[in-house]
């Protein structure tokens, strides 16, 4: 079945660039997103991209597509405390739009 | 746009009785409706698939007649937990999909729900 891998844990300083990455396996994955979850909370769709894009640019996330490698990645720019939350990857393939979910990514944002 | 809401935020209740939550798209009109699971500190376990008319799609360990979903409507989708016990107790979050409008199989989710059962 399908398989997504993220690193558990990032630190980093208030105003630095943030990168969170993550691994799938389906190589029939069709959209790739992002979702941040803040304490106590539910998910909130911060961006997604298509199998067939490398690169999406929104404000300060930017999101690379390796199809090659299945690596994907998200890039927090001027990282803020309040992006302090944790980060899941996610994909969608060929059953229909059932979303597979990373274990997701805490990220801890220092001043 | 593209907002979920779910009912209520918060609930404890006593072993046996059973709970109901509310999952409504408030702005589209969504045909799938996905119900998950989420551990403490653990990634969301999607439990099924909901449909608007038809019979839920469980996933495998899920027990359906324990936890029944109802898809009355375009816009609401009910989860009840039967007779819970407290290793129901979790975070249960519900998400709606916004595919015709958009093209795509983008999921937006609700706020979840806290049940905690003693």
């Known amino acids: 079945g399908e398989d997504v891998e993220q690193s558990l844990f990032l630190s980093v300083r208030e105003g630095d660039s943030s990168v969170i990455n993550c691994t799938y396996t389906d190589s029939s994955s069709t959209y790739l997103y992002w979702y941040k979850q803040e304490p106590g909370a539910g998910l909130q769709l911060l961006t997604y991209i298509f199998s067939n894009m490398d690169m999406k640019q929104d404000q300060r996330l930017t999101v690379l597509l390796n199809k090659k490698d299945k690596h994907l990645s998200l890039r927090i720019a001027d990282t803020q405390t309040g992006d302090s939350a944790i980060y899941f990857c996610a994909e969608s393939g060929t059953a229909g739009n059932k979303l597979t979910f990373g274990g997701g990514t805490r990220v801890l944002v220092k001043p | 746009g593209a907002v979920v809401s779910q009912h209520p935020s918060r609930v404890i209740c006593k072993s046996g009785t059973s709970v109901k939550i509310e999952c409504r798209s408030l702005d589209f009109q969504a045909t799938t409706m996905f119900w998950y699971r989420q551990f403490p500190k653990q990634s969301l376990m999607l439990m099924a698939t909901?449909?608007?008319?038809?019979?839920?799609?469980?996933e495998q360990g899920v027990e359906k007649d324990k936890f029944l979903i109802n898809h009355a409507s375009l816009t609401l989708s009910t989860l009840t937990v039967t007779s819970a016990h407290p290793e129901d107790s979790s975070f249960y979050i519900c998400s709606a999909s916004l595919s015709v409008l958009r093209g795509t199989d983008t999921q937006y989710f609700g706020p979840g729900t806290r049940l905690t059962v003693l």
């Open positions: 909901s449909n608007e008319g038809s019979k839920a799609t469980y």
